[in-house]
């Protein structure tokens, strides 16, 4: 890890362009040249549990371990570290492909037919990108529309990674459960997850999900049921 200071993220700062920020200032950043993302981690309280392992420090092993299992993510180039003020700072390459909300979004301008055809198009392949992540022990604690990339070949690559758990044996049924939870929290994705891609992604899993058919018997409607209300609370 190389060391860096706070005139360096001065620097940063000046040098690109802001993709993301919070009440601590700019978090996200991408290269003039639209090549490389800086990811910033910032120390927020004296103890936390990033003291012990930094999120940044997670964020470079989530890397390299979903490569490992054949998932497509992010190339790190660099990371940095800097004690005063705390934080570290993650350089990675910028991958083709906008956000899967932004995908959706975007879609609201299309005719209606071709609307519909991509939509059922990305959900069924989200359904299985899901179920390959749960069969194969990956609990993506950030699972939602803004942490995943679309491109056309359906690989969907995984860019915020910091928070996840890797088991050594496939998910469990409550856990398969558990991880579609974050897909709806945000009220955003309401007006882009309508019940009908909801029903197709589901569907989707479960048909590669690596579970067996009591068990797919049981958490289908259990999945179905955690869109109930979907189309309602669309404003
Ligand atoms: N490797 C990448 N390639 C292309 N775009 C990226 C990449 N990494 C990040 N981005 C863009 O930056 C946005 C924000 O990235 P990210 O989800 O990592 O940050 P964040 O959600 O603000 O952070 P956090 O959830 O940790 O608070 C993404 O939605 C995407 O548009
Ligand atoms: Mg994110």
New binding site residues.
Partial sequence: MIATSAEQLEQIFAECQI??KDGFGP??LESKDGLV?Y?LFRRKRWFSSALLRPYAIRFVANAKKLEMLGFCT?SIREISCCKRPAYHLVA????P???LRDYLDGLGDKAEAVKDESRAQVFASFGEMIARLHNNGVYFR?LHL??L?WRECGDFPL??I?DMRFYQRSLTPAQRLRNFHPLLKRTIDHYLVDAASWELMIKSYLEFAAINSQQALRLGPKLTGLAAGLESRKF
């Fill in positions: 993709l993301e978090k996200v993302i990811k992010i990675y390459d910028k991958l492909g906008i956000s950030s803004g942490n990339l860019i915020d910091a």
